[in-house]
């Protein structure tokens, strides 16, 4: 006890110090995305609101809200007289939550005992629900002394994570599992891990992954299938969520391609704006490739001629998916863990993934032993491995339909997340019940 009550003071402390450094640091690493603006100030804990009382979802970043927003939806239409805010880090994820009907969109503060004394000063939320595995100390000591709810949902925990956690048992009992009053796991592996790092058992449950209850944009796919029809466009390798420096490796690899395949196009969607950046200067010194972006493109793509589309919008995923044939998930070929396979199998498109995909690891595993997904274990395989499939048949369009397969048959876990969430509201702070799994 006094050990963790040592550690959490000198935290405390240092966190203090380094929220003014923690917001400018947000600044530069983002300064190619949207910009924070005058909200920055927000991630320092001034709010522009005054709420008491509220109930307070957070996510991350895009990705997370994406997942989140069904059941942000639904838990707003059951609970009109509620004040809802949502709170995200990156500016890519605001403009995905501000879309959100009957929320308020709040950046998330630092875990400076500043920022969040400032925050809960203003919005005194009731209960916090936090998507994932957002497990900060000063933000969940914060939470107990003010009796706020703590549920964690869609939560997931890797096992090089569990074990980390393990070397510091002691500390990670008092400061973080202690504070949770619920936790929501993905699946029962992640369920086993929250109980070795002591969460009562009777507090976790076992529902799947939000991620496979998606409701993408139809319309925008469907659109992109009549411009990629119209435009003539055959064969379109699609390159989604790319991270910086990854984008060069694809493009090297899509020239590689090529010369089996001349008339293969390429959609390269970085995850951050500074990626388009990336990819043109690598361009640059290729100029043999032609490419073009899409904010620089007709709505329609009529004058699209070129070999390589970059998307450099947001919000367009979906249109984007709808121009491809197969889609490389990024954040794979470098150390990011990958990102969300279940949104191309949503749409029957096969996927190619790196060796890191550890962020979706189930999700992956399960497109793999089916044949909806293929492994590329070192990025000087890929294009090799795009000119095995192409030159297979119908591999993709099997692939495609498994991929389908795998997205449909996990679906359901809204509907048991939601309910869980409504036990939650009923129960007060520090109360658990009982364990689920499924």
């Known amino acids: 006890m006094f050990k963790a009550k040592a550690v959490l003071f000198f935290y405390q402390l240092i966190t203090f110090l380094a929220g003014p450094l923690g917001m400018l640091f ?43 927003r069904p059941v942000i939806e639904a838990f707003v239409k059951r609970h009109r007289k509620l004040t809802v805010i949502v709170t995200t880090t990156t500016t890519t994820g605001a403009a995905a939550a501000q879309r959100i009907p009957g929320v308020t969109h709040l950046y998330a503060p630092l875990d400076s005992p500043s920022a969040l004394y400032r925050f809960f000063n203003a919005v005194k939320p009731r209960h916090l629900f936090i998507m994932e595995t957002e497990l900060w100390p000063n933000l969940l000591n914060k939470c107990q002394k003010h009796r706020t709810h703590v549920t964690i949902f869609n939560a997931r925990m890797p096992e090089s994570t569990c074990k980390a956690y393990e070397k510091h048992l002691d500390l990670v009992k008092e400061l973080i599992a202690s504070k949770l009053n619920m936790v929501i796991c993905q699946s029962p592996a992640d369920a086993e891990r929250f109980e070795r790092i002591g969460v009562p058992r009777e507090r976790i449950f076992a529902v799947n992954s939000l991620k496979y209850d998606l409701k993408p944009d139809e319309q925008k796919f469907i659109k992109a299938r009549a411009v990629k029809r119209l435009s003539g466009l055959k064969l379109v390798l699609g390159a989604i969520s790319t991270h910086d420096g990854e984008e060069a490796l694809v493009l090297a690899q899509y020239h590689e391609m090529i010369k089996a395949y001349p008339g293969l196009r390429l959609v390269l969607v970085p995850r951050h704006m500074s990626g388009a950046d990336l990819a043109e200067a690598w361009l640059k010194e290729h100029p ?14 009529k004058d699209f001629n070129s070999q390589i589309l970059i998307g450099d919008t947001i919000g367009e995923i979906e249109f984007y998916l709808g121009l491809c044939d197969v889609v490389f998930m990024g954040g794979s070929f470098i150390d990011i863990g990958g990102h969300n ?92 019940g009982q364990h689920h799994a499924d």
């Open 288 to 301: 043999q490739l032609k490419a073009q972006r899409r904010t620089q493109s007709a709505p329609d793509l």
């Open 26 to 68: 947000l600044m530069y690493k983002k300064r190619r995305d949207p910009p924070y603006g005058r909200r920055k100030w927000e991630l320092l804990g001034f709010c522009p609101v005054n709420y008491r009382g509220c109930i307070w979802f957070h996510t991350v970043s895009v990705g997370e809200v994406i997942a989140a």
């Open 341 to 432: 396979p279940l949104e191309p199998a949503y749409f029957s498109l096969p996927i190619i993934t790196g060796p890191y995909y550890y962020n979706f690891k189930e999700q992956f595993e399960r497109l793999i032993d089916v044949h909806g997904a293929f492994l590329c274990p070192e990025s000087s395989r890929f294009a090799p491995l795009m000119v095995r499939l192409l030159s297979e048949g119908d591999t993709l369009s099997k692939a495609g339909l498994a991929a389908l397969e795998v997205q449909q048959a996990g679906r359901g876990a809204v509907d048991k997340t939601l309910e869980l969430i409504e036990k939650s509201l009923l129960r007060p702070a520090g109360e658990s």
